[in-house]
């Protein structure tokens, strides 16, 4: 939990620790292959449309929530919802409806922490912004040990880095919305979006690496 709250912590401060480590592992993702096959580079465009729209509907909800526009927040709050449905079921062709379920539950549950560190920070509790973090981590463990048990080529311990720096960019972005500062936001939404870019490869290299019949 102490990695999730240092990254949490640094980027509310400025530090570029979280920045450095998604830009490098953005420059190591996107570096392409010898050979890249079609399904493969259909494979990674979906999964970043998918993972972007996980970010852009996650940021809707936030600036509904400060300006209290309640109609715009349960718009947005549909459309997380919608995502991450179809970020579950872009996983079930290769591992089955269980996995899709369990996937968009472990999905729901990375919503409800920043959503629970939204509120929290609206509310300036600092207590439990600390119970939210936490509930983050604990969460992008779990995400991480889920898809690395399907998938031997998708280490767990880089994709809880990966998601780790993802979560952290979520509470940079909350705290950056909330203060009004926009040039920090700015700055977080470019890194949050490469980052994803980061993700989606990944995960798309890995099944691509386990079914290579399919690629």
């Known amino acids: 939990m102490r990695s999730a709250l240092f990254l949490a912590a640094a980027l509310c401060m400025g530090l570029t620790v979280p920045a450095i480590f998604a830009h490098d592992m953005h420059i190591a993702a996107a570096t392409p292959a010898p050979s890249v096959s079609t399904k493969l580079q259909a494979t990674r465009t979906a999964l970043r449309d998918l993972w ?18 309640k109609a715009a927040k349960a718009k947005a709050e549909a ?7 179809a970020i579950a079921g872009a996983i079930e062709p290769y591992y089955g409806a269980p996995a899709r379920d369990q996937l968009f ?30 509930q983050i ?48 936001e700015a700055a977080t939404w470019k890194e949050m979006t490469d980052h994803m870019n980061v993700i989606a490869d990944a995960l798309a290299d890995g099944i691509a690496k386990q079914f290579p019949a399919k690629f």
């Not at 972007?52 to 526009?69: E, L």
């Not at 280490?155 to 509470?171: D, F, K, M, Y």
């Open 105 to 134: 539950t472990l999905l729901a549950g990375h919503y409800g922490a920043v959503k629970a560190y939204f509120e929290a920070s609206l509310a300036k509790d600092a207590k439990k912004e600390s119970e939210a973090t936490d």
């Open 137 to 184: 981590t604990t969460n992008a463990e779990a995400i991480a040990k889920f898809l690395s048990g399907a998938n031997p080529n998708l280490p767990e311990a880089t994709l809880l880095e990966l998601l780790q720096v993802h979560g952290s960019h979520h509470i940079s972005q909350i705290q950056q919305l909330i203060a009004k500062d926009h040039a920090g």
């Open 79 to 85: 459309e997380v919802v919608d995502n991450a449905h």
């Open 52 to 69: 972007h729209g996980h970010v852009v509907a996650v940021r809707k909800v936030v600036v509904a929530g400060i300006a209290k526009n």
